[in-house]
């Protein structure tokens, strides 16, 4: 998000990103210096203690599954918002709007978990994820104020799932693995390898269709699997974790 927003106010925004970047990292090292000399923590649970455990392991295949809907989402956008809505320089608002509603977002969700419970929380924000693209597949060209709804809605979907689902899965490591260090290290690797398995997935269903980026025209046909990959297929992906969520037996006992 930073480089979109600092392309508004200098002609280098990732040269300004990398500066900033580690200007912060040399901050927060400052900042933690006391912490480190602290006596070394007690040793950690490994990824085999945490993998025996079945709840875990429906966490983590949660997560991937849960994961993979936002990742082909954020593969496909530019291409989305440029090539399908025909709103070239819309990119960068649009990607603001979108996780400024994450971001806003995120507080009302723990708010509802507290009052509702982890779990029918989590079910509404994928809900509210499924309701947004469902109506994504049908915009077309010129459709920039109903997408730029949708990227509300699918934002504050995703401050959900920035929340709820990772806060699930430490309330159950700390019942059952409280020094799992290397457990966060696997969730986060199975969250950030959708990104990848998204772009082997999908790029080349598109190019294999005709798809051409940018301002040469794509024939309709590209155009119509760019809508279903970009809106439906995040829809059936989600109703796959949905059921799973569903199917996961999560309450007091389980994550504390």
């Known amino acids: 998000l930073a480089p979109t927003v600092l392309m508004t106010v200098t002609a280098a925004p990732f040269a300004a990103f990398a500066l900033g970047f580690g200007g912060l ?11 480190w000399s602290l006596p070394a923590a007690a040793e950690t649970t490994g ?3 945490v993998l025996a455990d079945a709840v875990a392991r429906r966490l983590l295949l949660l997560a991937l599954i849960n994961a993979t809907p936002v990742a082909v989402t954020s593969t496909l956008f530019l291409f989305f918002v440029e090539s399908r809505l025909g709103l070239p320089g819309w990119e960068g608002p649009l990607l603001v709007l979108f996780f400024l509603s994450a971001a806003a977002s995120a507080p009302g969700w723990g708010r509802a ?8 929380a989590l079910l509404a924000g ?6 947004a693209f469902g109506f994504a597949t049908l915009l077309g060209t010129g459709d920039g104020l109903a997408f730029a709804a949708i990227c509300v809605a699918s934002g504050a979907a995703l ?3 920035m929340t709820l689902l990772p806060a699930i899965f430490a309330g159950r490591m700390a019942r059952i693995a409280p020094n799992a260090g290397q457990a966060f290290g696997l969730w986060s690797f199975v969250s950030k390898f959708t990104l990848a398995l998204a772009a082997v997935a999908v790029l080349p ?7 051409e ?3 040469t025209a794509s024939p309709e046909r590209a155009l119509v699997l760019l809508s279903l990959l970009y809106a439906a297929l995040p829809c059936a992906l989600k109703l796959v974790a949905i059921a799973l969520l569903a199917a996961t037996p999560l309450n007091r006992e389980t994550i504390g």
């Open 25 to 35: 990292a040399a901050a927060a090292a400052l900042a933690m210096w006391r912490d």
């Open 47 to 49: 990824w085999r203690e």
């Open 113 to 120: 978990a507290r009052r509702f419970g982890e779990k029918p």
């Open 126 to 131: 994928m809900g509210l994820s499924i309701l």
């Open 159 to 161: 401050g959900a799932d």
């Open 205 to 211: 269903l598109l190019q294999a269709a005709g798809f």
């Open 213 to 215: 980026p940018g301002e």
